[in-house]
Each structure stands twice: as C-alpha cells, then as structure tokens.
Nanobody
Framework: QIQLVESGGGLVQPGGSLRLACTAS????????TKWFRQAPGKEREFVAG?????????NYTDSVEGRFTLSRDNDKKTVYLQMNDLKPEDTALYYC?????WGQGTPVTVSS
C-alpha cells in the first residue's frame, strides 16, 4: 500500500503560478512513473502530465499545459512536483497524483480574478 498526499493548491489569479507536490509514504514510489490528473467541475478526470521514475529525465504533458507546466522529482523526499506557470481559468480543477493504482485525495486549484 502506498499513500499519496497532494499539496500546494490554492487560489491564484490568471497568469500566476503554483507548485503542487505529491508526497508518497514509501520509497517504492521513486521507481515508478508518476502521473498528475485533474478533474474540473462537471468534467471527467483528465491526464495532465507524467514523469518517469528514477532520475525522472522523461516526462510528458498534455497539449494544453505544454510549455507552462513542468514536472520534477526529489527522491530523497519521495516527492514529485508540478510547477504550474501562466495559469488560466481553464486550469481550475482538483489535481490528483497517481502511481500504479494508488491515488491521492487531490488538491484544489482555482484560477480566478
């Protein structure tokens, strides 16, 4: 069993930035591909970005966040970060991290003026 805890969400104005964190309960986390998903009100959960385990040199992003969001990982802290810049109202959602079949509870992001 791996527990995942997301943090860092909040209210930000359009164009602002947030850094989300996904912290795991086990170092097993470090070896696996970690994904971020989001779910906006009334919409289905969608893939946002993913980063490979280990060194995390490989990552991919959905088109709508490419160039604005950046993933990184700190294996000593068992944490993956999602740096979100130039946020837009359409980025408003509950953001979840995922590894294998484990999910966190999510952290809310609201982009509004």
């Amino acid at each position: 069993q791996i527990q995942l805890v997301e943090s860092g969400g909040g209210l930000v104005q359009p164009g602002g930035s947030l850094r989300l964190a996904c912290t795991a309960s086990s170092f097993v986390f470090n070896g696996y591909f970690t994904k971020w998903f989001r779910q906006a009100p009334g919409k289905e959960r969608e893939f946002v970005a993913g980063i490979a385990g280990g060194t995390g040199l490989l990552s991919n992003y959905t088109d709508s966040v490419e160039g604005r969001f950046t993933l990184s990982r700190d294996n000593d802290k068992k944490t993956v970060y999602l740096q979100m810049n130039d946020l837009k109202p359409e980025d408003t959602a509950l953001y979840y991290c995922n590894i294998l079949n484990f999910w966190g509870q999510g952290t809310p992001v609201t982009v509004s003026s």
